[in-house]
């Protein structure tokens, strides 16, 4: 069975700090590509930030670079989105995704497989 999991969410304070954790099973391999996204009430989902398999090449939005950061463990089949600085308008459920056969990094959420349930981030100002 695939599975993605998230944790990490919950509510804090503008100025704060989380790091959520995605941990892959099944048939999600190692050498996928690995993104997170968020979706806020009434948007879409947006991409937040990206890693190729060998932690090589990252991506972010112009909206967190400087505050977030990617990461992932490949022995444990695990990725990780690093929040600092937090601002009330980062509050969205966040997704890890998956995406296979990719060698570089996925910006196209459509080259996604694999999502997870989703976490939540809230921020208070």
């Known amino acids: 069975q695939v599975q993605m999991v998230e944790s990490g969410g919950g509510l804090v304070q503008a100025g704060d700090s989380l790091t959520l954790s995605c941990a892959a099973s099944?048939?999600?391999?190692?050498?996928?590509?690995k993104g997170w996204f968020r979706q806020a009430p009434g948007k879409e989902r947006e991409l937040v930030a990206a890693?190729?398999?060998?932690?090589?090449?990252?991506y972010y939005a112009d909206s967190v670079k400087g505050r977030f950061t990617i990461s992932r463990d490949n022995a444990n089949n695990t990725a990780y989105l690093q929040m600092n600085s937090l601002k009330p308008e980062d509050t969205a459920v966040y997704y890890c995704?998956?995406?296979?056969?990719?060698?570089?990094?996925?910006?196209?959420?459509?080259?996604?497989?694999?999502w997870g349930q989703g976490t939540q981030v809230t921020v208070s100002s």
């Open positions: 995704a998956a995406a296979p056969g990719l060698s570089g990094i996925g910006v196209d959420k459509l080259r996604y497989d694999y």
């Open positions: 099944g048939r999600i391999f190692s050498s996928y590509a």
């Open positions: 890693i190729n398999w060998r932690a090589s090449s990252t």
